[in-house]
């Protein structure tokens, strides 16, 4: 037995805070009868529906891309894109990404079908590092690279504080590379962060998300997470939301 909200948010509804608030306000249905109270558990049987629709209880997949440019971060795009989940062939489950990379940014993406795993590694409480490579336009000086660390006001608000370190830079064609480790994700944040300094992004790429990488990955190459890496995932995520 499990409680509701979290079956929901293991089918893809949503997370599982706003499964607890579909749950209270009414929408949703075990075995026909309505539950609008916390703390029920449901077994594997049951039938549950939201809105009158019935949930399909999936296997949890939980899948590391390594995105390749011109790709949107999206299970369809409007305009005829290629989406992300292009590339993962032979799972049956809906799966979605975790956050988003823009449409030129390369790098690690996950993607799953578990509402409540997504929440997590998304929301800046829960403190889930990400990396990134950067090049950019212009050499940064220490200040610069200083104001990234401490902060810089995007879209007019404050970002955390970030670890910033200066790998290479190219005096002739004044260009500079520069590693960037933040725990938010707002929409085009990296590339935000750095206008705000006087230096554009050129090129992008996510490196690392917590403790995962890129190792031995090519562009356009996929795996599934091994249940440790879930489980290590999970337990960073609320070490980071009880600091």
């Given at each position: 037995?499990?409680?509701?909200?979290?079956?929901?948010?293991?089918?893809?509804?949503?997370?599982?805070?706003?499964?607890?608030?579909?749950?209270?306000?009414?929408?949703?249905?075990?075995?026909?009868?309505?539950?609008?109270?916390?703390?029920?558990?449901?077994?594997?049987?049951?039938?549950?529906?939201?809105?009158?629709?019935?949930?399909?209880?999936?296997?949890?997949?939980?899948?590391?891309?390594?995105?390749?440019?011109?790709?949107?971060?999206?299970?369809?795009?409007?305009?005829?894109?290629?989406?992300?989940?292009?590339?993962i062939n032979g799972v049956d489950e809906r799966i979605y990404?975790?956050?988003?990379?823009?449409?030129?940014?390369?790098?690690?993406?996950?993607?799953?079908?578990?509402?409540?795993?997504?929440?997590?590694?998304?929301?800046?409480?829960?403190?889930?590092?990400?990396?990134?490579?950067?090049?950019?336009?212009?050499?940064?000086?220490?200040?610069?690279?200083?104001?990234?660390?401490?902060?810089?006001?995007?879209?007019?608000?404050?970002?955390?504080?970030?670890?910033?370190?200066?790998?290479?830079?190219?005096?002739?064609?004044?260009?500079?590379?520069?590693?960037?480790?933040?725990?938010?994700?707002?929409?085009?944040?990296?590339?935000?962060?750095?206008?705000?300094?006087?230096?554009?992004?050129?090129?992008?790429?996510?490196?690392?998300?917590?403790?995962?990488?890129?190792?031995?990955?090519?562009?356009?190459?996929?795996?599934?997470?091994t249940s440790f890496e879930v489980d290590k995932l999970r337990k960073m995520a609320?070490?980071?939301?009880?600091?």
């Amino acid at each position: 037995m499990e409680r509701l909200q979290k079956v929901m948010a293991h089918a893809g509804v949503a997370s599982r805070r706003k499964c607890e608030e579909l749950i209270t306000q009414g929408r949703v249905k075990v075995q026909g009868q309505v539950v609008d109270q916390l703390g029920v558990k449901v077994s594997p049987n049951d039938r549950i529906e939201v809105d009158g629709i019935p949930i399909y209880r999936e296997e949890p997949r939980y899948i590391l891309l390594y995105k390749p440019r011109n790709y949107i971060s999206a299970v369809e795009d409007d305009k005829g894109r290629p989406v992300v989940v292009d590339l993962i062939n032979g799972v049956d489950e809906r799966i979605y990404p975790i956050g988003r990379l823009d449409f030129d940014t390369t790098g690690l993406l996950l993607l799953t079908n578990d509402g409540d795993f997504a929440n997590r590694m998304m929301h800046p409480r829960f403190q889930v590092e990400k990396v990134y490579i950067a090049k950019i336009k212009g050499i940064p000086q220490v200040d610069a690279l200083k104001r990234l660390s401490k902060g810089v006001m995007v879209d007019g608000k404050l970002t955390s504080k970030a670890n910033v370190k200066l790998l290479k830079q190219n005096a002739s064609n004044q260009t500079a590379v520069v590693e960037l480790t933040i725990h938010e994700g707002w929409n085009h944040q990296v590339k935000k962060m750095f206008e705000a300094i006087g230096h554009p992004v050129i090129k992008l790429k996510r490196e690392a998300f917590a403790f995962l990488n890129l190792d031995k990955m090519q562009a356009g190459d996929w795996r599934y997470l091994t249940s440790f890496e879930v489980d290590k995932l999970r337990k960073m995520a609320e070490s980071g939301h009880r600091k």
